[in-house]
Nanobody, 114 residues
Framework: QVQLVESGGGLVQPGGSLRLSCAAS????????MGWYRQAPGKQREWVTTITSRGNTDYAAPVKDRFTISRDNAKNTMYLQMNSLKPGDTAVYFC????????WGQGTQVTVSS
């Protein structure tokens, strides 16, 4: 019933941009904090950014000033605008949120390479 579905990943050159989307269904999206995590092969999943139900945002140091999280509650959708991408940003990006942060998407691959 509950679904978080990421889209928008792909291959991009260093310095380029991508915009990820997370489409939510099956729960009351607008009342919950949401966020993005990422995981590179062989590495721990790491927190990237969060946005509260009120629209307050927080960012991990490696992406601060380059990434922007946003949400459109009318569309039950969250976004991640990624600018000035670096090879170190290469990872599977996961949407997360809901009550106690219990819901996860399946991820979308972002590859930054020349």
């Amino acid at each position: 019933q509950v679904q978080l579905v990421e889209s928008g990943g792909g291959l991009v050159q260093p310095g380029g941009s991508l915009r990820l989307s997370c489409a939510a269904s099956g729960f009351s999206f607008s009342i919950y904090d949401m966020g993005w995590y990422r995981q590179a092969p062989g590495k721990q999943r790491e927190w990237v950014t969060t946005i509260t139900s009120r629209g307050n945002t927080d960012y991990a140091a490696p992406v601060k000033d380059r990434f922007t999280i946003s949400r459109d509650n009318a569309k039950n959708t969250m976004y991640l605008q990624m600018n000035s991408l670096k090879p170190g940003d290469t990872a599977v990006y996961f949407c997360n949120g809901g009550p106690a942060g219990r819901y996860w998407g399946q991820g979308t691959q972002v590859t930054v390479s020349s």
